[in-house]
């Protein structure tokens, strides 16, 4: 399962998640832009509209994608991913169990499930899961949480805990930090407000290689 994501990923270390608030592009127009600079896994994240609207723009995504030979993760609804035949799902703790969401999409979905500290990620990596975020790792503006920011060093504890389960880091990442965050035991770094604000240039054919 771990190296499917890997494959999807084609390796790039940038993992881009859409936003719809921050870009102001529908979710289809997000992942032409994304699959233009390079990449080849997109997440999908809708936290405001409804699942309507969600499922429809993720299937007129997920067409885009398709006929471009990129990968799409659903963000949080594996009722999405599972009536689109979505490349997989990506979970928190108040979503669908991770053993649940497997045995509705089958072995083959990349699931991807987020953390806060290295007792969840232990925890996470008895999961079957395909890979395991860890953050925030710096202090964030994009996403409103009491989880305080994770720290370089413990990312590296984390890394240790997790052995070969691929590690996604999120939360805070710049493109100045970005290669101390792969130095430290990321394998990716999943990118939300560095991608979409005004003064970002998105690249994944450009991120930092360690």
């Known amino acids: 399962m771990s190296s499917k994501f890997l494959r999807a990923l ?75 035949h979505a490349d997989g799902v990506h979970l928190g703790p108040d979503d669908l169990p991770p053993e649940a969401a497997r045995r509705l999409l089958g072995p083959a979905a990349i699931l991807g499930y987020s953390t806060h500290n290295l007792k969840q990620a232990r925890v996470a990596a008895q999961m079957p899961v395909a890979y395991i975020a860890i953050g925030p790792i710096f202090a964030t503006a994009t996403k409103l949480s009491s989880n ?10 984390v890394r240790e805990a997790v052995g070969s389960i691929p590690l996604v880091a ?38 930092p290689n360690p």
């Open 10 to 84: 084609a390796g790039k270390r940038v993992y881009p998640i859409t936003d719809r608030q921050l870009s102001k592009l529908s979710h289809a127009e997000q992942v032409g832009k994304l699959i233009e600079a390079g990449a080849t896994l997109i997440q999908l994240r809708e936290k405001i509209y409804s699942p309507a609207v969600f499922y429809h723009q993720s299937a007129v995504a997920l067409q885009m994608a398709r006929e471009r030979g990129a990968a799409l993760i659903i963000n949080d609804r594996a009722d999405i991913a599972l009536a689109l």
């Open 148 to 157: 305080p920011p994770v720290g370089l060093a413990n990312l590296s504890l």
């Open 170 to 207: 999120i939360g805070g990442i710049t493109g100045e930090n970005m290669g101390t965050v792969l130095n430290s035991g990321a394998d990716a770094v999943a990118l939300i407000s560095q991608i979409w604000t005004p003064e970002a240039q998105f690249d994944s054919k450009n991120a």
